[in-house]
């Protein structure tokens, strides 16, 4: 399966973007997907996780009351809406594929399939 990321841009501090990950392949509905993200000069951090179906997301505690995760199988598209964005949230957000089906992991070392990654930037 291959993925790209789309939806970054430069906001202020409190507004949302929401992004979105395109797969590619008859069986990417089959397939978790997570988002992380990379600061320079930091460890690539997730964010969040969805199964296939599309429920009991998982979420990291520094983003739960703020970000949603979400998928619409028939479009291939996996969403990330993001509010309240902080001066802390700027990095290059990836979404991943595991390289099995009917998985998804909180750590990125289980991901195989990775998007292009696409920058967000927050201004205070």
């Known amino acids: 399966v291959q993925l790209q990321a789309f939806g970054g841009g430069s906001v202020q501090a409190g507004d949302s973007l929401s992004l979105s990950c395109i797969g590619s392949?008859?069986?990417?509905?089959?397939?978790?997907v997570g988002w992380f993200r990379q600061a320079p000069g930091k460890d690539r951090e997730f964010l969040a996780a969805i199964k296939w179906s599309g429920d009991s997301p998982l979420y990291a505690d520094s983003v739960k009351d703020r970000f949603t995760i979400s998928r619409d199988n028939a479009k291939n598209a996996v969403f990330l809406q993001m509010n309240s964005l902080k001066p802390e949230d700027p990095a290059v957000y990836y979404c991943a594929a595991p390289e099995t089906t009917n998985t998804y992991y909180t750590s990125w070392r289980w991901y195989r399939s990775w998007g292009q990654g696409t920058q967000v930037t927050v201004s205070s």
């Open positions: 392949g008859r069986w990417f509905s089959s397939y978790g």
